[in-house]
């Protein structure tokens, strides 16, 4: 079952510090944001730890899987999730200050139609961060010499230049970076492209 591995990855330490990076880097991304949606929420691990250090922000987790959401920790007041489409979103143009994709945008079906449903339900200024996998990284080329990761069987191929075209035409790119150095069981601050293992563009509506 996915979905447990999903949530037992998180349990280990090197879940646990990948955890912790990834929550601290959203986290400082949510000031001033009334309402936050996070596409592709999984088991809304990051998304509760987020809502209990931001008490002030109402955040909905989004993702396909019934199964994922259902391994979801105990919610805060401050965190709805919903079962949900990221091609198709039920809600109404410009709800969101910020909405942000956790290494999901690169699963997705249609990417073009998911930008341009983000598009339309982000507030006038309002801003997008999409941490996506970054295919040359020593993690994500292991992954992906597995047979038996979804990274293999699911991942898109969204090469840096690729992901900045297509992005860009839906939204204004405000910055670039690579984070998340990854070397076997080593977690490390890192810009460099064979080690850091996210790509992460913020872009504004």
């Known amino acids: 079952m996915r979905s447990k591995l999903y949530s037992d990855f998180y349990k280990t330490n090197f879940g646990k510090e990948i955890l912790k990076r990834e929550v601290g880097f959203i ?38 899987s019934k199964d994922m959401l259902s391994q979801a920790p105990k919610l805060p007041n401050n965190v709805d999730l919903i079962l949900g489409n990221a091609e198709n979103l039920c809600f109404k143009d410009d709800s969101f200050d910020l909405i942000y994709f956790l290494t999901s945008l690169e699963f997705t079906n249609d990417v073009e139609k998911t930008l341009l449903e983000t598009k339309r339900i982000l507030k006038p200024n309002g801003r997008a961060i999409f941490m996506v996998a970054n295919i040359n990284s020593w993690y994500v080329q292991k992954e992906l010499r597995d047979v038996n990761s979804y990274i293999r069987r699911k991942l898109k191929n969204m090469e ?27 977690i490390f601050e890192s810009e460099d492209p064979k080690w850091a293992s996210l790509i992460v563009i913020k872009s504004i509506k």
């Open 27 to 64: 986290k400082d991304e949510l000031n001033g944001c009334k309402k936050v949606l996070s596409i592709g929420c999984g088991s809304a691990i990051h998304e509760v730890q987020l809502a209990n250090l931001n008490p002030e922000t109402e955040i909905i987790g989004l993702d396909i």
């Open 160 to 186: 840096e230049e690729n992901l900045k075209k297509i992005i860009s035409k839906h939204l204004k790119i405000i910055s670039f970076n690579l984070m998340l150095g990854i070397h076997k069981e080593e």
